[in-house]
């Protein structure tokens, strides 16, 4: 059996994000899985990228486990008792000492990009699984990947052209490495599907490390 069907035996397992491009990711990693987004509105308290993306993803998680509890405690005929895996996560994208979530508009998206132009830039994905056992009992446990991704020179042109797409206007730092944005990315170091919004080689390793 392998690590992926003991997860899906094990645990229900709630992806607490909307996002296709993590669910194409968790589906790549042969786990099953249900989604679940949180609502809460986000709340930064650090300026620090990498603490950053960690704080929303525990908001994410924790919030999407408040709801599954309080759901569990109102309809106690409708929930069979199981052990329950909430994984959340959230990416940033920071340059030097810059960070840029989802642009708010298409001139936000232009400006974006015209700063990652011809530069190198870290994208930080923060996840926090959240382990909630049939008798009630929480853990957590919460990590981040970095990955650097270096831009080609981009002009006026590239740039409006992809904007006018509407492909960055939902994307952290105005872009998606799996789209025709690609064609922007010189060169990258470390995990490529960090990049699209989840580390899943790291997500695993965690689990194995955790998961008996």
């Known amino acids: 059996m392998s690590f992926a069907d003991r997860l899906n035996k094990k645990f229900k397992i709630i ?31 650090s300026s620090v990228p990498r603490e950053i993306c960690m704080e929303l993803s525990r908001q994410k998680a924790e919030d999407v486990a408040a709801s599954i509890r309080t759901y569990n405690d109102s309809h106690p005929d409708l929930v069979s008792p199981t052990d329950m895996l909430i994984i959340g996560a959230d990416t940033i994208v920071a340059l030097e000492d810059t960070v840029f979530g989802k642009p708010k508009d298409e001139e936000d ?51 409006d052209s992809y904007v006018a797409t509407g492909d960055p206007l939902d994307k952290a730092g105005s872009y998606g490495v799996q789209t025709s944005s690609a064609v922007f990315v010189r060169s990258i170091e470390g995990d490529f599907y960090n990049v699209m919004g989840l580390p899943i080689a790291r997500l695993m390793q965690e689990l194995k490390m955790i998961v008996n």
Request: include cysteine; charged fraction near 30%; hydrophobic fraction near 35%.
């Open 109 to 159: 998206a232009k400006r974006m990009l015209k700063a990652l132009s011809d530069h190198t830039h870290s994208v930080y994905t923060g996840v926090t699984l959240v382990f909630m056992s049939s008798g009630g009992r929480v853990g957590e446990h919460v990590f981040c990947e970095e990955t650097k991704v270096t831009f080609c020179k981009l002009d006026e042109e590239d740039i």
């Open 15 to 45: 992806l607490a994000s909307g996002s296709p491009r993590r669910k194409e990711l968790m589906e790549l990693a042969g786990l099953e899985f249900d989604i679940w987004p949180s609502e809460k509105e986000e709340t930064v308290t």
